[in-house]
T-cell receptor
């Protein structure tokens, strides 16, 4: 049984701060890791993916992967109120690249 | 560019009624297709996936079924809905040979 664990939050940060979202996973064979953002009532939107150990940066977002520790994180720099959403961590596995999702972390950025 | 459509956007159905949700993808060929369900306040649960026409894999036993009659069409069905079938149903696709998965706008189903 593949498991993906996230702190459900809620996580509150002030505008302009760094938001740190964390995720652990149980399947050591997982190769691909994804972060989705989901606004209330909307479908998830892919914001980052990472395959290799280390950091991957895209604008204000940085994904960090440590396969030895089975840990993946997402940093949001200069957080904005528009970043307030639920962030879903997912791992890909299987021949059809099925995703297993965590339950999500609710982030609120306070103006 | 590729787009994914789902309909209807919202649906209210009585217990015991049938269900048919449709998903189509444009601008690509031979995608992997997926159905997920998200219950209120919960994470996404993979229900079915398909790697080609007529090829369906089920992740969770339930009273739902899926079909893929055409390359870019994925249908979720039920003969008799249960209260527990209420939720947000999401179709997703992955381009052939890629890992990134993209979601459609979803169908919000309420079973009364």
């Amino acid at each position: 049984q593949k498991e993906v664990e996230q702190n459900s939050g809620p996580l509150s940060v002030p505008e302009g701060a760094i938001a740190s979202l964390n995720c652990t996973y149980s399947d050591r064979g997982s190769q691909s890791f994804f972060w989705y953002r989901q606004y209330s009532g909307k479908s998830p939107e892919l914001i980052m993916f990472i395959y290799s150990n280390g950091d991957k940066e895209d604008g204000r977002f940085t994904a960090q992967l440590n396969k030895a520790s089975q840990y993946v994180s997402l940093l949001i720099r200069d957080s904005q109120p528009s970043d307030s959403a639920t962030y879903l961590c997912a791992i890909s596995s299987g021949s059809a690249r099925q995703l297993t999702f965590g339950s999500g972390t609710q982030l609120t950025v306070l103006p | 560019s590729q787009t994914i459509h789902q309909w209807p956007a919202t649906l209210v159905q009585p217990v015991g009624s049938p269900l048919s949700l449709e998903c189509t993808v444009e601008g690509t060929s031979n995608p992997n297709l997926y159905w997920y369900r998200q219950a209120a306040g919960r994470g996404l649960q993979l229900l079915f996936y398909s790697v080609g026409i007529g090829q369906i894999s089920s992740e969770v036993p339930q009273n739902l079924s899926a079909s893929r009659p055409q390359d870019r069409q994925f249908i979720l069905s039920s003969k008799k809905l249960l209260l527990s079938d209420s939720g947000f149903y999401l179709c997703a696709w992955t381009p052939d040979s890629y890992n990134e998965q993209f979601f459609g706008p979803g169908t919000r189903l309420t079973v009364l």
